[in-house]
């Protein structure tokens, strides 16, 4: 038999459900991780990698991280531009894996962006399309590499620009109808310019905005007549901090860094967050077990809770990635992260605290974790 139901009955069970539906939360979770220098795919040499970190991610609302790799994808045109250890290659599931961990935005601009030239850009614009990720930094023009990829999160626009101050040459620069990446060389006009622009552009139509750069320069790089096109500069720090600081001028939400291998302190600007380096989150070395120092295998995760548009608190977890014991599949299941505990847990987060008390930053540990109150801080929006 076929019941009919009249209009009204209908209307009265609606707003019965309406009424017992609980508000929207305003709150939004954006989870930092440091870079995925992710050569190979950790499923398949790992039982349930990252174990531990995995819910802290999925708690988030949206993660992010910086792809440290050329995707090397199906019919890539790609050329080599650099060989051994320098040549960083994964294929397309590097980038599924990513995905499976909450990871919905994505930097593919850093040192590595260039590695299997313009095939190579495609292929990892198409890996990270593929798997939903939205990502910024390259492109397929300079119009493109410089732009915010855009994702609705929970009713949220949240954009995400990226670029990158390292050692590349001119030929790997994102150009008017040429693949590339979107660059920011030190001390040049029209690259720094280029990017504020798209800044203020993104910011004016956007609820959250992330501002990435991929930050991996030396005085020795930037000496007159380097290859790489930086102009000189006294202070490479303090050249740093003038941009993390213009971007949220303009409108980022915060800043966010990679590039050196250990983590770095945090800032407070305006109200809003400054990290300036979260060092590494998968990395796949092929140096030896003890080339690096200890430091280059610990991390965080930084939890950033927006309370509407604006940034209100930072929780950070300590992470500590596995250096790896020489045997089958060294190199392939080495560098994958789990969350450190006890004294371990301790030692990152009391370097953590030390590190962002330079830039007069107090973060305050409880047990194993920390936490960054925001609240304070001038609204700007």
């Known amino acids: 038999m076929i019941r009919t139901v009249s209009l009204l009955a209908l209307v009265v069970v609606a707003v019965a459900c309406a009424d017992n539906e609980p508000p929207p939360e305003m709150e939004l979770r954006i989870a930092l991780v440091g870079q995925s220098l992710s050569r190979y795919d950790p499923r398949d040499y790992i039982e349930s990698p990252a174990a531990t970190v995995v819910p802290i991610l999925s708690a988030a609302d949206v993660a992010f991280t910086n792809l440290e790799v050329s995707v090397d994808g199906e019919g890539c045109p790609c050329v080599p531009t650099k060989e051994g250890n320098s040549l960083q290659v994964a294929r397309p599931p590097v980038v599924e894996f990513l995905s499976e961990m909450n990871f919905g935005l994505l930097s593919l601009a850093n040192n590595h962006s260039w590695n299997l030239s313009e095939g190579g850009v495609r292929s990892s614009i198409q890996a990270a399309d593929a798997n939903g990720l939205t990502h910024a930094g390259t492109g397929t ?27 590349l040459g001119a030929d790997a620069a994102a150009g008017p109808s040429k693949p590339g990446v979107n660059l920011l060389r030190v001390g040049n006009v029209k690259d720094w310019e280029r990017n504020l622009v798209s800044v203020r552009a993104a910011s004016d139509s956007l609820d959250v905005l992330i501002v990435y750069q991929h930050f991996q320069v030396t005085p020795e790089d930037v000496a007159p007549g380097n290859e790489f096109g930086h102009g000189l500069h006294s202070d490479l720090d303090a050249w740093q901090q003038e941009w993390a600081r213009a971007a949220i001028d303009n409108g980022a939400s915060l800043y966010v860094a990679h590039g050196s291998r250990e983590f770095r302190g945090v800032e407070i600007y305006r109200g809003r967050p400054i990290f300036y380096g979260l060092g590494n989150f998968i990395f796949h ?29 930072v929780e950070f977890t ?43 930053t107090v973060i305050n540990v409880t047990g194993e974790r920390a936490v960054l109150d925001l609240k304070g801080g001038l609204r700007i929006r």
């Open 141 to 167: 023009s300079s119009a493109e590499a410089v732009a915010a990829g855009v994702r609705s999160v929970r009713g949220q626009q949240i954009g995400l620009i990226a670029n990158a101050t390292v050692k």
């Open 285 to 313: 070395s092929g140096q030896p077990v003890g080339h690096y120092e200890r430091d280059v295998w610990e991390s965080v995760v930084a939890t950033v809770t927006f309370d509407g548009v604006e940034p209100s608190r």
């Open 318 to 360: 300590p992470l500590v990635l596995d250096e790896g014991t020489p045997g089958d599949n060294f190199l392939e299941s080495r560098g994958v992260p789990e969350v450190a505990e006890g004294p371990l847990a301790s030692s990152i987060l009391e370097r953590l605290v030390r590190l962002s008390a330079v830039h007069g």
